[in-house]
T-cell receptor, first 113, second 109 residues
Framework: EPEVTQTPSHQVTQMGQEVILRCVPI?????FYWYRQILGQKVEFLVS????????KSEIFDDQFSVERPDGSNFTLKIRSTKLEDSAMYFC???????????FGQGTRLTVV | DAKTTQPTSMDCAEGRAANLPCNHS???????VYWYRQIHSQGPQYIIH???NNETNEMASLIITEDRKSSTLILPHATLRDTAVYYC??????????FGQGTILTVHP
């Protein structure tokens, strides 16, 4: 069964460093998403991406965040200068189109120290 | 997006049906009802969704009331592996999923 793949599963970084979280969405999907979940809190929407553009973003997704689909298969989330409060599970998701269900990856646990 | 209300927690005996309610009294005509679950800190897993009609798939059934103000997710024969947080979400097509606190379902032997 096709699945969304995220790498790495766990990343530790120093405060102020840049990190790139990587995702391989399901191959025929056209909509891509990033969500995050701080430990013990709700799953929060960050951004959606379609046709090489951001289609929706939350207040969390500020200038420190960016997304890219560099090569037609990967979908990345970059955090330019990490803060302690960026520590969270980051989930990538994809859907065939915006009207159908989104499938989530298993997440990347980001720890900022 | 319309707000949903779910019980904080529920228990169910293994092998019995688990019926998880959700209230979405302010739902709009173009909003779908989605159910996801999250086991431990894994990625949310899609279960089922519907607009007006009842839906069934290999995982669960979704019963939506005629006025669409509430719905029930039914896991027909709960197993220990169904222990998870279950999220009821109403969503306009193409928009984000807004997760609440969900219902912690505990399936007991």
């Amino acid at each position: 069964e096709p699945e969304v793949t995220q790498t790495p599963s766990h990343q530790v970084t120093q405060m102020g460093q840049e990190v790139i979280l990587r995702c391989v969405p399901i191959s025929n999907h056209l909509y891509f998403y990033w969500y995050r979940q701080i430990l013990g809190q709700k799953v929060e929407f960050l951004v959606s991406f379609y046709n090489n553009e951001i289609s929706e973003k939350s207040e969390i997704f500020d200038d420190q965040f960016s997304v890219e689909r560099p090569d037609g298969s990967n979908f990345t989330l970059k955090i330019r200068s990490t803060k302690l409060e960026d520590s969270a599970m980051y989930f990538c998701a994809s859907s065939v189109d915006g009207n159908t269900e989104a499938f989530f990856g298993q997440g990347t646990r980001l720890t900022v120290v | 997006d319309a707000k949903t209300t779910q019980p904080t927690s529920m228990d169910c005996a293994e092998g019995r049906a688990a019926n998880l309610p959700c209230n979405h009294s302010t739902i709009s005509g173009n909003e779908y009802v989605y159910w996801y679950r999250q086991i431990h800190s894994q990625g949310p897993q899609y279960i089922i969704h519907g607009l007006k009609n009842n839906e069934t798939n290999e995982m669960a059934s979704l019963i939506i009331t005629e006025d669409r103000k509430s719905s029930t997710l039914i896991l027909p024969h709960a197993t220990l592996r169904d222990t998870a947080v279950y999220y009821c979400i109403v969503r306009v097509a193409t928009r984000k999923l807004t997760f609440g606190q969900g219902t912690i379902l505990t399936v007991h032997p």
